[in-house]
């Protein structure tokens, strides 16, 4: 495996880190964070847990991983990364989790590529680039990871500068959704219906919409609402309300909670952002941003709030307080008014992370 033999400095630190935990925990683990699309036999589709290393339902701790790693086993190194980027049952500790990713990842492990590309979008543990998040996401894309495959589409199409680069977006996103993927199949809901990057179809847009919401994909209901209400107005000869531009969610992006490593995709944990305004409908919350003309620095993510489901609208990126309290002076005077509130930016993912495994 890449990367030679474990220190003896990074033995006695997973020694002391270990703690035991089943492989059917991992799993379940991984699939609630990351997402991966499970095949028939539960397993994910684009690799065997482990390969033939252990027993699938024997006890294994971190040093134990660490071993199986040294010995050449992509997925145990892979496990150990995911644990270090998720904190869970150790310190969380980004560059610890690159270095087992990459190791991974240089084995051809498309879950590894994956995790690499969201480190280096998120800039955790390494400098950010989207250039390089990019280059893995499509190494695991072409290996037919649905979430890799949807991270790529998604990148591209927000950084397409032509029709022919978003129609090579909506390819990739279409190989995820054809693999069930609710959030991919949104997206080509919301480019069929607004011609972006494929060709103008409602049918096309109700359907995807339809199947997202099949899996209680929340955006894709009220979009499927709205689209199915004004074609009904049409064909009976009414005026109907203009079309909400929506916009395709970004990266990382999650089925029904928002994955906050998409809903703020890009943004730094130790800079501020400005919280405006909050909605009961994404409808609502993307009006905002056009009416105040918020574009390109607003973001929406939803949280869930006493029960039910809101749309957060924050804007802005800032290195401290300071700076983002100054530019609530430039809001318009509407927004001021709202009060907007500056927040950490590690504070908002943390607080989505701990909703999401709630």
Same mark, same amino acid.
């Given at each position: 495996m890449p990367g030679g033999n474990l220190s003896q400095h990074r033995r006695m630190r997973l020694k002391g880190l270990a703690r035991p935990f089943t492989i059917a925990d991992m799993l379940k683990r991984l699939t609630l964070v990351a997402g991966i699309v499970l095949g028939a036999s539960g397993l994910p589709a684009a690799a065997q847990l482990l390969g033939n290393a252990v027993q699938p339902d024997l006890g294994y701790d971190l040093l134990e991983l660490s071993r199986l790693a040294e010995q050449g086993d992509s997925r145990a190194a892979f496990f150990i990364g995911r644990r270090f980027a998720t904190g869970d049952g150790v310190a969380r500790d980004y560059g610890e989790a690159v270095d087992w990713f990459k190791r991974a990842a240089d084995d051809d492990l498309a879950e590894a590529q994956y995790w690499l590309g969201i480190m280096h979008a998120q800039g955790h543990g390494v400098p950010r680039s989207n250039e390089r998040a990019a =280059?893995?996401?499509?190494? =695991? =894309? /072409?290996? *037919?990871? @649905? &979430?890799?495959?949807? @991270?790529? *589409?998604?990148?591209?199409? $927000? /950084? =397409?500068? &032509? &029709? $022919? $680069? $978003?129609?090579q977006a909506a390819d990739w996103l279409r190989k995820a959704a054809r693999q069930g993927l609710a959030k991919a199949q949104y997206n080509l809901g919301v480019m069929h219906e607004f011609g972006r990057g494929v060709t103008l179809n409602l049918a096309s847009a109700k359907d995807w919409y339809r199947r997202a919401a099949a899996q209680g994909f929340e955006a894709a209901e009220a979009r499927l609402k709205s689209l199915t209400e004004r074609v009904a107005a049409a064909e009976q000869g009414r005026k109907a309300p203009a079309p909400t531009q929506a916009r395709p969610r970004k990266a990382e992006p999650e089925a029904v909670r928002i994955d906050p490593e998409e809903a703020l995709d890009g943004l730094v944990d130790n800079r501020f952002t400005l919280q405006l305004v909050s909605y009961r409908t994404f409808d609502r919350a993307v009006n905002a941003v056009r009416r105040f003309r918020l574009d390109p620095d607003a973001r929406i993510y939803s949280m869930q709030s006493r029960g039910r489901l809101w749309y957060v609208v924050i804007y802005g990126e800032f290195p401290d307080q300071a700076a983002a309290t100054k530019a609530i002076e430039s809001l318009p005077v509407a927004l001021r008014k709202a009060q907007p509130r500056v927040r950490g930016i590690g504070a908002i993912r943390r607080q989505l992370t701990a909703q999401g495994d709630g």
């Amino acid at each position: 495996m890449p990367g030679g033999n474990l220190s003896q400095h990074r033995r006695m630190r997973l020694k002391g880190l270990a703690r035991p935990f089943t492989i059917a925990d991992m799993l379940k683990r991984l699939t609630l964070v990351a997402g991966i699309v499970l095949g028939a036999s539960g397993l994910p589709a684009a690799a065997q847990l482990l390969g033939n290393a252990v027993q699938p339902d024997l006890g294994y701790d971190l040093l134990e991983l660490s071993r199986l790693a040294e010995q050449g086993d992509s997925r145990a190194a892979f496990f150990i990364g995911r644990r270090f980027a998720t904190g869970d049952g150790v310190a969380r500790d980004y560059g610890e989790a690159v270095d087992w990713f990459k190791r991974a990842a240089d084995d051809d492990l498309a879950e590894a590529q994956y995790w690499l590309g969201i480190m280096h979008a998120q800039g955790h543990g390494v400098p950010r680039s989207n250039e390089r998040a990019a =280059a893995w996401f499509r190494r =695991a =894309a /072409e290996q *037919g990871l @649905a &979430d890799a495959q949807h @991270a790529y *589409g998604t990148l591209m199409l $927000r /950084e =397409a500068a &032509d &029709d $022919r $680069r $978003r129609k090579q977006a909506a390819d990739w996103l279409r190989k995820a959704a054809r693999q069930g993927l609710a959030k991919a199949q949104y997206n080509l809901g919301v480019m069929h219906e607004f011609g972006r990057g494929v060709t103008l179809n409602l049918a096309s847009a109700k359907d995807w919409y339809r199947r997202a919401a099949a899996q209680g994909f929340e955006a894709a209901e009220a979009r499927l609402k709205s689209l199915t209400e004004r074609v009904a107005a049409a064909e009976q000869g009414r005026k109907a309300p203009a079309p909400t531009q929506a916009r395709p969610r970004k990266a990382e992006p999650e089925a029904v909670r928002i994955d906050p490593e998409e809903a703020l995709d890009g943004l730094v944990d130790n800079r501020f952002t400005l919280q405006l305004v909050s909605y009961r409908t994404f409808d609502r919350a993307v009006n905002a941003v056009r009416r105040f003309r918020l574009d390109p620095d607003a973001r929406i993510y939803s949280m869930q709030s006493r029960g039910r489901l809101w749309y957060v609208v924050i804007y802005g990126e800032f290195p401290d307080q300071a700076a983002a309290t100054k530019a609530i002076e430039s809001l318009p005077v509407a927004l001021r008014k709202a009060q907007p509130r500056v927040r950490g930016i590690g504070a908002i993912r943390r607080q989505l992370t701990a909703q999401g495994d709630g």
